[in-house]
C-alpha cells in the first residue's frame, strides 16, 4: 500500500531497530494510493476515462500473464543462474544488515542480544490506538503488554535453542492475538501484525512469554512473537539438515495443502505458501501408504510436526499430483517471473500476511523465492539491499530522467517508493505497468475530479500516470529500483 508523503511502509510491517523511525511513522493513519489514469505528462496530472475493467489505464488483456510474456524479449533466456543465484543470496546473508544468519550464532546467547531483539520490535506505542469496537486502547492494557514481555526473566546468558515452524503462523509485535488499528473506522491494518512464518522455516527461540503462551523467535528475515504451539523445538543439526536435504518439492503455485490425514491433524490440510521447500519422504511406512492414501498419485513429503512436549519431530503428508509443485526451484526467466507473480492476481491484500495473504513486499519476496531468490522482508531493507542490483534516485534527478530511466525498466525489476514496492510488467506504448499488492488507488475522473477506488489486493496498473498526493506524481518519490539480476 501506498501512503501519502508524510506517511511511510503501509504494505510492509514494522522493521527492527534499524527502522525504529519507519515503524513510528506507519502509526500515521493509513492513506489511499493516489493515482491519476491517462496521458502522462510532467506533472502526471491528466485525466482518462476508466478502461473496460473498470480501473483506468488497464484493459482486460492486461490481466494476463501471456498477454505481457508475449509482449516480452528473451522470455525464456535466463536471468539468473542458479549458480548465479546462490551467489547474491550469499551476499545477501553476509552484507545485509535485515537478516540473520541464526545458524551461526554462538551456543550461547547473552541478556543483552535478546533484549535488544526483543526491544527492537516490541516498542510501546506512543499515540492511541483502538481495538476492533473502535474503542480507544488505555495506559492499563499498554502496561500488561509490557508487563507480558517477561524482560526481567531473561537470563544473563542461556543455551541457543533452535526450533522449526510446522504451520503457517503470523508474527506479532507483543505476545498476542489482539488487534489494534489507528482509528476506530480502521479494521485492515492490525498495527501488532509483523509479518508470518511458513512451515519448514528454522528459528531461535529466544525467550517466552509471561503467559508461557508465546515465544520470541529469530528467524533468517524476521524476529518477533509466535504462538507457542507453531513452532517445534529440536536438534540444530537434524533442523538445518532437513531444510536442504534432496530430492524436495517447491511450492510454485500461491498457496498447496496437504491431503486430509484422518488419523494424524498434525499433518492434514497444511497449508504451504509460494517457494516453501520440502524434503521428499526417505522411506514410506510398511504398508506403502501415506496416511492410507497411495502415494503414487502425489508426492510424499517429510512434514514438521510438534510433538505434545513441544518437541520436533517429521512425519509423512501427501501433497496432490494435481498441486502446483516443481522438484525444484523454477528457472528464472522473465516468462516464469510474469508467471509467479500472475498467481497472485486478485489475492487480498494482508498487511502483515494478515487475512492468510501477504502485503507488497510479501508478495515480492515469494515471487522471487520460487527461483530460490532470498529477499529482505520489508521494503525499508528491500529498497536499499547492498546485495542487489540497485540503481537509486537521487531526490534533485529531474523528472524526464526519471521518465526515461522507467522506459528502461525489465521485468521483473522492483521499484520502490517510501512504504512501496512495484514489479514491472512490461510496456504499453513506452510507459511501464507493474504488478503490485496495494489497498487502493484513485485517478481524475473526465470532470477532472479525484476519484478513490478501494482494490485492497494484487492489482495490474500503469506507473507513469500515479500520484502520491493530489500534487506529487509518484515517479518523483521513486527512492530506488532493484534489479534482480547479475
Same mark, same amino acid.
Given at each position: 500500500?501506498?501512503?501519502?508523503?508524510?506517511?511511510?511502509?503501509?504494505?510492509?510491517?514494522?522493521?527492527?531497530?534499524?527502522? +525504529?523511525?519507519?515503524?513510528?511513522?506507519?502509526?500515521?493513519?493509513? &492513506?489511499?494510493?493516489? $493515482?491519476?489514469?491517462?496521458?502522462?505528462?510532467?506533472?502526471?496530472?491528466?485525466?482518462?476515462?476508466?478502461?473496460?475493467?473498470?480501473?483506468?489505464?488497464?484493459?482486460?488483456?492486461?490481466?494476463?500473464?501471456?498477454?505481457?510474456?508475449?509482449?516480452? /524479449?528473451?522470455?525464456?533466456?535466463? #536471468?539468473?543462474?542458479?549458480?548465479?543465484?546462490? %551467489?547474491?543470496?550469499?551476499?545477501?546473508?553476509?552484507?545485509?544488515?535485515?537478516?540473520?544468519?541464526?545458524? &551461526?550464532?554462538?551456543?550461547?546467547?547473552?541478556?543483552?542480544?535478546?533484549?535488544?531483539?526483543?526491544?527492537?520490535? !516490541?516498542?510501546?506505542?506512543?499515540? %492511541?490506538?483502538?481495538?476492533? *469496537?473502535?474503542?480507544?486502547?488505555?495506559?492499563?492494557?499498554?502496561?500488561?503488554?509490557?508487563?507480558?514481555?517477561?524482560?526481567?526473566?531473561?537470563?544473563?546468558?542461556?543455551?541457543?535453542?533452535?526450533? $522449526? #515452524?510446522?504451520?503457517?503462523?503470523?508474527? +506479532?509485535?507483543?505476545?498476542?492475538?489482539?488487534?489494534?488499528? !489507528?482509528?476506530?473506522?480502521?479494521? @485492515?491494518? @492490525?498495527?501488532?501484525?509483523?509479518?508470518?512464518?511458513?512451515?519448514?522455516?528454522?528459528?531461535?527461540?529466544?525467550?517466552?512469554?509471561?503467559?508461557?503462551?508465546?515465544?520470541?523467535?529469530?528467524?533468517?528475515?524476521?524476529?518477533?512473537?509466535?504462538?507457542?504451539?507453531?513452532?517445534?523445538?529440536?536438534?540444530?543439526?537434524?533442523?538445518?539438515?532437513?531444510?536442504?536435504?534432496?530430492?524436495?518439492?517447491?511450492?510454485?503455485?500461491?498457496?498447496?495443502?496437504?491431503?486430509?490425514?484422518?488419523?494424524?491433524? +498434525?499433518?492434514?490440510?497444511?497449508?504451504?505458501?509460494?517457494?516453501?521447500?520440502?524434503?521428499?519422504?526417505?522411506?514410506?511406512?510398511?504398508? =506403502?501408504?501415506?496416511?492410507?492414501?497411495?502415494?503414487?498419485?502425489?508426492? &510424499?513429503?517429510?512434514?514438521?510436526?510438534?510433538?505434545?512436549?513441544?518437541?520436533?519431530?517429521? *512425519?509423512?503428508?501427501?501433497?496432490?499430483?494435481?498441486?502446483?509443485?516443481?522438484?525444484?526451484?523454477?528457472? $528464472?526467466?522473465?516468462?516464469?517471473?510474469?508467471?509467479?507473480?500472475?498467481?497472485?492476481?486478485?489475492?487480498?491484500?494482508?498487511?502483515?500476511?494478515?487475512?492468510?495473504?501477504?502485503?507488497?513486499? =510479501?508478495?515480492?519476496?515469494?515471487?522471487?523465492?520460487?527461483?530460490? #531468490?532470498?529477499?529482505?522482508?520489508?521494503? !525499508?531493507?528491500?529498497?536499499?539491499?547492498?546485495?542487489?542490483?540497485?540503481?537509486?534516485?537521487?531526490?534533485?534527478?529531474?523528472? @524526464?530522467?526519471?521518465?526515461?530511466?522507467?522506459?528502461?525498466?525489465?521485468?521483473?525489476?522492483?521499484?520502490?517508493?517510501?512504504?512501496?514496492?512495484?514489479?514491472?510488467? =512490461?510496456?504499453? @506504448?513506452?510507459?511501464?505497468?507493474?504488478?503490485?499488492?496495494?489497498?487502493?488507488?484513485?485517478? /481524475?475522473?473526465?470532470?477532472?475530479?479525484?476519484?478513490?477506488?478501494?482494490?485492497?489486493?494484487?492489482?495490474?496498473?500503469?506507473?507513469?500516470?500515479?500520484?502520491?498526493?493530489?500534487?506529487?506524481?509518484?515517479?518523483?518519490?521513486?527512492?530506488?529500483?532493484?534489479?534482480?539480476?547479475?
Amino acid at each position: 500500500m501506498t501512503l501519502p508523503a508524510n506517511a511511510q511502509d503501509a504494505c510492509t510491517t514494522p522493521a527492527p531497530a534499524r527502522c +525504529r523511525a519507519a515503524k513510528a511513522c506507519t502509526l500515521l493513519a493509513v &492513506a489511499l494510493l493516489v $493515482m491519476s489514469m491517462g496521458a502522462a505528462t510532467a506533472s502526471g496530472t491528466t485525466t482518462q476515462p476508466p478502461d473496460d475493467t473498470g480501473i483506468v489505464g488497464v484493459r482486460a488483456e492486461h490481466l494476463s500473464a501471456g498477454y505481457w510474456i508475449r509482449k516480452a /524479449r528473451q522470455v525464456d533466456r535466463p #536471468v539468473m543462474s542458479p549458480a548465479a543465484i546462490a %551467489t547474491q543470496n550469499l551476499a545477501m546473508e553476509s552484507i545485509d544488515p535485515s537478516l540473520h544468519d541464526i545458524e &551461526a550464532l554462538p551456543v550461547t546467547l547473552e541478556r543483552e542480544q535478546v533484549v535488544g531483539w526483543i526491544e527492537a520490535i !516490541s516498542t510501546r506505542p506512543t499515540r %492511541t490506538l483502538y481495538d476492533e *469496537a473502535g474503542k480507544e486502547g488505555s495506559e492499563r492494557a499498554l502496561d500488561r503488554l509490557v508487563n507480558a514481555l517477561d524482560l526481567r526473566n531473561v537470563p544473563q546468558t542461556q543455551v541457543t535453542r533452535y526450533g $522449526m #515452524v510446522v504451520s503457517r503462523a503470523d508474527l +506479532r509485535t507483543f505476545p498476542t492475538h489482539l488487534r489494534v488499528f !489507528s482509528t476506530p473506522e480502521d479494521r @485492515d491494518i @492490525d498495527r501488532f501484525q509483523e509479518s508470518a512464518l511458513f512451515p519448514g522455516t528454522p528459528v531461535v527461540v529466544a525467550h517466552e512469554s509471561r503467559d508461557g503462551e508465546w515465544l520470541f523467535v529469530v528467524s533468517r528475515t524476521y524476529a518477533a512473537w509466535i504462538d507457542r504451539d507453531a513452532v517445534a523445538i529440536g536438534d540444530k543439526a537434524e533442523i538445518f539438515a532437513h531444510a536442504r536435504r534432496s530430492p524436495h518439492i517447491v511450492v510454485t503455485g500461491a498457496t498447496v495443502s496437504t491431503v486430509h490425514a484422518r488419523t494424524d491433524a +498434525r499433518v492434514s490440510e497444511v497449508q504451504l505458501d509460494m517457494g516453501v521447500r520440502m524434503p521428499l519422504v526417505r522411506a514410506l511406512p510398511e504398508d =506403502g501408504l501415506v496416511n492410507g492414501q497411495h502415494p503414487y498419485f502425489g508426492h &510424499a513429503i517429510e512434514l514438521p510436526i510438534r510433538n505434545e512436549d513441544g518437541s520436533l519431530s517429521f *512425519a509423512p503428508a501427501l501433497i496432490p499430483a494435481s498441486a502446483d509443485v516443481a522438484s525444484d526451484y523454477l528457472p $528464472m526467466t522473465r516468462a516464469n517471473i510474469l508467471r509467479q507473480a500472475f498467481k497472485f492476481l486478485g489475492e487480498r491484500y494482508g498487511w502483515g500476511h494478515s487475512f492468510n495473504s501477504r502485503d507488497c513486499s =510479501g508478495f515480492v519476496a515469494e515471487v522471487y523465492r520460487s527461483f530460490g #531468490v532470498l529477499l529482505p522482508r520489508n521494503t !525499508s531493507a528491500q529498497a536499499v539491499s547492498p546485495a542487489l542490483n540497485r540503481l537509486q534516485f537521487d531526490p534533485a534527478m529531474p523528472h @524526464d530522467e526519471r521518465v526515461d530511466l522507467l522506459r528502461k525498466t525489465q521485468v521483473g525489476d522492483l521499484v520502490y517508493i517510501p512504504g512501496h514496492v512495484m514489479m514491472v510488467i =512490461g510496456h504499453e @506504448d513506452g510507459e511501464p505497468y507493474v504488478i503490485h499488492d496495494t489497498a487502493g488507488m484513485s485517478y /481524475r475522473g473526465p470532470d477532472g475530479d479525484l476519484r478513490r477506488l478501494v482494490l485492497n489486493g494484487v492489482v495490474v496498473t500503469p506507473l507513469l500516470p500515479m500520484l502520491s498526493d493530489a500534487d506529487t506524481a509518484t515517479i518523483e518519490r521513486i527512492t530506488n529500483i532493484q534489479r534482480i539480476r547479475p
